[in-house]
């Protein structure tokens, strides 16, 4: 398996788990009421993924710059590249404010949101062009 298919499993891997992440607080909060599991269970599944979610995307962007390179033209790679690092900087946000910060907890939402808007651009530019 090449390094392109990897990455490409990886991130869609990643791209499901942020969608579930987003489902576990919807129910949490009350919006939604779809999987069988209660709350405070829900919001621990929920940071768990979002750790793994991190993990697995510093690993995929490691597997790039090492494997490929550090670059941003043409426009599709600089618009992966930027997404994808923007959406590490936000989940690391996300653990600071989570751990250290809770009583910024009130913007958690928001940059989930940004968050799995950033995961979905970089799928979009990478994963869907190599294979559409
Ligand atoms: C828009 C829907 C989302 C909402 C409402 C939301 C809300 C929250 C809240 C309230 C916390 C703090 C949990 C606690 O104090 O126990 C949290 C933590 C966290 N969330 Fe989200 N989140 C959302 C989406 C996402 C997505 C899409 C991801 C990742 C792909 C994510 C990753 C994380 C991470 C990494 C943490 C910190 C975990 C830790 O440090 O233990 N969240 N989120």
Redo the contacts with the bound molecule.
């Keep these: 398996m090449n390094l392109e298919t990897m990455k490409s499993i990886a991130t869609t891997v990643?791209l499901l788990?942020?969608?579930l992440?987003?489902l576990?607080?919807?129910q949490?909060?009350g919006s939604l009421r779809l999987l069988p599991v209660e709350k405070q269970r829900l919001?621990?599944l929920?940071?768990?993924?979002?750790?793994v979610?991190?993990l697995l995307m510093f690993l995929i962007a490691a597997a790039c710059v090492f494997g490929e390179g550090l670059r941003f033209y043409p426009l599709r790679v600089g618009i992966h590249a930027v997404a994808g690092s923007l959406?590490i900087a936000v989940?690391l946000t996300?653990?600071v404010?989570?751990?250290r910060a809770?009583h910024l907890?009130r913007f958690?939402?928001?940059?989930?949101?940004i968050?799995?808007v950033l995961?979905l651009v970089t799928f979009a530019a990478g994963v869907v062009w190599y294979y559409l």
């Design positions: 990643v788990l942020a969608l992440q987003v576990e607080m919807a949490v909060q919001r621990w929920h940071r768990g993924g979002g750790i979610a991190l959406a989940l996300k653990v404010i989570t751990r809770r907890l958690n939402k928001a940059l989930g949101g968050a799995g995961i």
